[in-house]
């Protein structure tokens, strides 16, 4: 059975969050919103694992918002 990676896997971090924070300048949040459902789409498909992408489901559920 597979599992999730949760380790940094990134080649260049930085340089990913600083792609991301450009795709997402200068737009709405629908916009952003729709790029963001479009990316998740595109990496899903790259995973490609129903249970990888069932145990990413279950950790990004796992939101703590502090108030």
Same mark, same amino acid.
């Given at each position: ?18 792609? $991301? &924070?450009?795709?997402?300048? !200068?737009?709405?949040?629908? @916009?952003? %919103?729709?790029?963001? +459902?479009?990316?998740?789409?595109? $990496? &899903?498909?790259?995973?490609? !694992?129903?249970?990888?992408? @069932?145990? %990413?489901?279950?950790? +990004? ?7």
């Amino acid at each position: 059975m597979s599992k999730l990676k949760t380790d940094t896997n990134f080649t260049d971090a930085d340089a990913f969050y600083a792609a $991301l &924070a450009d795709v997402h300048r !200068d737009r709405s949040d629908a @916009e952003s %919103a729709a790029i963001n +459902a479009r990316l998740i789409l595109l $990496l &899903a498909n790259q995973v490609g !694992d129903q249970h990888i992408l @069932e145990q %990413a489901l279950a950790i +990004a559920g796992q939101v703590n918002i502090e108030e």
